[in-house]
């Protein structure tokens, strides 16, 4: 492949945030004059506009209050606007990563284990396989209204939900991971005396990583959904809860900080995960003295 | 000679003497309804210390018989002892080391952990281990790659790690199945060497399979010659050449030569009948 000088490519993408947000911020004022050309879609009632939305971000944080003067930090105002409303963009932020963090972890613990021994086992695989089939054919968000019903409108149906999405991403790539070993790994350590559990332990997780770490990614993206549906069937507080809120106000600039805040917490997380691959993987990385 | 002294048994000596032992080994493979018969009634001994190669065209049932030998594969006849103790499939009999055709080093060790990963397994300490790791290293002409992962080494390289992983914990069989298979003709006299100076040292009872006739002259005591499918073992030759040999000029002598002919002409014959079969 050819390599771009890095200049470029960060110009391109510079140049192309450019012209969506001008787009966007500027487009619809071009209907009066060409009326043809601007779909309805443009209309700020809808999709607000870049302006709108930093502004509606200033308040919803408390940096501004709602007339737009800044909320100073020492003499407490913006401690009184965070007090005010106890889900704040702050708050709200802070909720949803908690539970998406703990369904993400609790998903991805459970569901390499099941795909390590069901992996390993072909007893176990073959009993257990329709259920994972039928289970696995539900769309997991259709049980979102279940699971807030039968755990409340609390932080732990959102921390199921979210669960419920990434086990079982997590465990067919560890399941397929485990099936794929090379026998000549698992031979060689045999033949060098490695018992059952050391084999496990020293090829098995190893080889597998590389499945696992895959599924990872899209893994933290749907504990994200998994909380934010949680969170618009029945919360009190969290981001998800912040959108339906903005949306019953017909608000697009507060739906708009929500999701522009979900996507910047989406890339940090793909952005943690990704370090952790490159780093528990980097023997994939070596390539050729040859 | 008393008569008591002729019809006495094998003497304990002699069975001594017998490392590995093959008695009437069949394997026969189920594939797709057809029963493939791939090993077809082997017996045959390896004395210790002895090095001996498993030549035959592919499909000639070697690689079968040397992985019954080393619990790989579960035999469908015969038996197999080593020190006298049966061979159980599936469990690794202590002192036997293998080594593959293709390099298994571990691609998530660095080549100094697969090398120290059979020390690793008995619980050798780490200082312990660093130092044992350190000669094999030396030995195996991989000083600086220690912290290297195998993807960044050479075949020849890789293969080199590989046969030190098996040798670090010091077996006394070794069992090869076509080690230097993937690598070029000199990368190949390059390892002859090696091993041969390994060989010499340790003298450790080798089972090696190969198909290239060269490779069995230049490192064995003895070839097994097999015939193409079924497995059976068409004959036997003394390969005496002196040692310690050297593995680019023991193939310049005439004795060399005529050996080679006169088993070049049984082998050939068996590769004419794999292509057809």
């Not at chain 1, 106890?86 to 390499?112: D, H, R």
């Not at chain 2, 069975?15 to 045959?44: N, P």
């Not at chain 2, 195996?140 to 050479?154: D, K, V």
Request: with cysteine; glycine share 8%; net charge neutral.
């Amino acid at each position: 492949m050819k390599r771009y000088s890095a200049l470029g490519t960060v110009g391109w993408q510079v140049l192309i945030c450019a012209i969506v947000l001008s787009v966007w911020q500027w487009g619809y004022d071009l209907r009066t004059r060409l009326p043809w050309l601007v779909p309805d879609l443009l209309d700020p009632y809808f999709i607000s506009k870049p302006s709108m939305i930093f502004d509606n971000f200033l308040i919803q944080s408390c940096l501004t209050s709602k007339l737009g003067a800044f909320n100073g930090w020492f003499n407490g105002d913006f401690g009184k606007c965070l007090a005010r409303n106890e889900n704040n963009l702050w708050a709200a932020t802070a909720i949803t990563l908690k539970n998406t963090f703990f369904g993400f972890v609790t998903g991805v613990v459970s569901g390499f284990v099941a795909g390590l021994i069901l992996g390993r086992s072909d007893r176990l695989s073959a009993i257990f396989q329709p259920f994972i089939t039928a289970v696995n054919s539900i769309p997991r968000i259709a049980l979102a209204p279940i699971i807030v019903l039968a755990f409340g409108i609390g932080d732990m149906s959102k921390i199921v939900t979210s669960w419920i999405v990434v086990v079982f991403l997590v465990f067919f790539n560890t399941f397929e991971g485990a099936r794929s070993i090379d026998e000549g790994f698992t031979n060689a350590a045999r033949l060098l005396g490695a018992s059952e559990w050391q084999i496990t332990r020293t090829v098995v997780i190893p080889s597998t990583m590389a499945w696992v770490f895959a599924s990872l990614t899209p893994a933290i993206s749907f504990a994200l959904i998994g909380v934010i549906v949680g969170e618009f069937i029945g919360a009190e507080r969290g981001i998800g809860r912040l959108i339906i809120e903005s949306e019953a106000r017909g608000e697009a600039s507060g739906m708009m900080v929500a999701v522009v805040v979900l996507m910047l917490v989406g890339v940090v997380l793909s952005a943690i995960i990704w370090r952790l691959q490159a780093y528990l993987l980097r023997w994939q990385r070596q390539r050729g003295a040859e | 000679m008393s008569t008591l002294e002729t019809s006495a048994p094998v003497s304990p000596r002699a069975s001594a003497d017998r490392r590995v032992e093959v008695k009437g080994l069949s394997k026969s493979f189920q594939l797709a309804r057809t029963t493939i018969e791939a090993v077809r009634d082997v017996s045959f001994d390896v004395r210790r210390g002895e090095f001996v190669a498993l030549l035959g065209p592919s499909g000639s049932g070697k690689s079968t018989v040397l992985n019954m030998i080393a619990s790989l594969i579960r035999p469908t006849g015969g038996e197999i002892l080593i020190d006298g103790k049966r061979v159980v499939p599936g469990k690794a009999t202590p002192n036997v080391g293998y080594v593959f055709q293709r390099d298994t080093l571990f691609p998530w060790r660095t080549v100094g952990d697969n090398i120290g990963y059979g020390l690793e397994l008995s619980g050798v300490p780490a200082h312990e281990r660093r130092e044992r790791i350190a000669e094999c290293v030396a030995q195996a002409g991989l000083r600086g790659f220690e912290n290297a992962y195998p993807s960044a080494l050479s075949g020849g390289m890789r293969q080199r790690a590989a046969l030190m992983r098996t040798l670090i914990v010091e077996p006394q069989i070794l069992l090869m199945d076509e080690p230097f298979g993937a690598l070029d003709t000199h990368t190949k006299i390059d390892m002859h060497e090696v091993l041969l100076r390994i060989w010499e040292r340790e003298q450790q009872t080798v089972l090696f399979v190969t198909h290239d006739l060269g490779e069995a002259l230049t490192l064995a005591d003895r070839i097994i010659l097999f015939s193409a499918r079924p497995g059976r073992i068409k004959d036997m030759f003394e390969v005496d050449f002196v040692r310690p040999r050297d593995a680019v000029k023991v193939r310049e002598t005439e004795h060399y030569a005529e050996l080679f002919q006169h088993i070049w002409h049984s082998l050939g014959e068996e590769f004419v009948k794999g292509r057809s079969a």
